[in-house]
Nanobody, 124 residues
Framework: QVQLVESGGGLVQAGGSLSLSCATE????????MGWFRQAPGKEREFVSR????????HYADSVKGRFTISRDIAKNTVYLRMNSLKPEDTAVYYC????WGKGRSEEAAFDSWGQGTQVTVSS
């Protein structure tokens, strides 16, 4: 597994914005597909977004499409999730995940390394 460290969560009012970061380690991590998932209280963890190792291909859950943007800075070994127009239903613990073997799917099983999570709370 690879170590992933998320940061940037917090409390924001509905309609506001937050940016999450996920720092990875090692040059090899630059070749990993990366993703973001979230888990709300009492719910299962769900896919939010993913990005290919090159940054050229991105995918989003329908619930965040048009509001969230995933990106990566390969030189900094960091993946970002910019979240705009936040809604109370976006409240969750957000997890960064790495797909080291290039499975290129949005299911949890495609990702083999996970961060510890960062809390995002959106107040109404």
């Amino acid at each position: 597994q690879v170590q992933l460290v998320e940061s940037g969560g917090g409390l924001v009012q509905a309609g506001g914005s937050l940016s999450l970061s996920c720092a990875t380690e090692g040059r090899a991590s630059r070749m990993y597909n990366m993703g973001w998932f979230r888990q709300a209280p009492g719910k299962e963890r769900e896919f939010v977004s993913r990005i290919s190792w090159s940054g050229g291909i991105t995918h989003y859950a329908d619930s965040v499409k048009g509001r969230f943007t995933i990106s990566r800075d390969i030189a900094k070994n960091t993946v970002y999730l910019r979240m705009n127009s936040l809604k109370p239903e976006d409240t969750a613990v957000y997890y960064c995940a790495a797909d080291r073997w290039g499975k290129g799917r949005s299911e949890e099983a495609a990702f083999d390394s996970w961060g510890q999570g960062t809390q995002v709370t959106v107040s109404s």
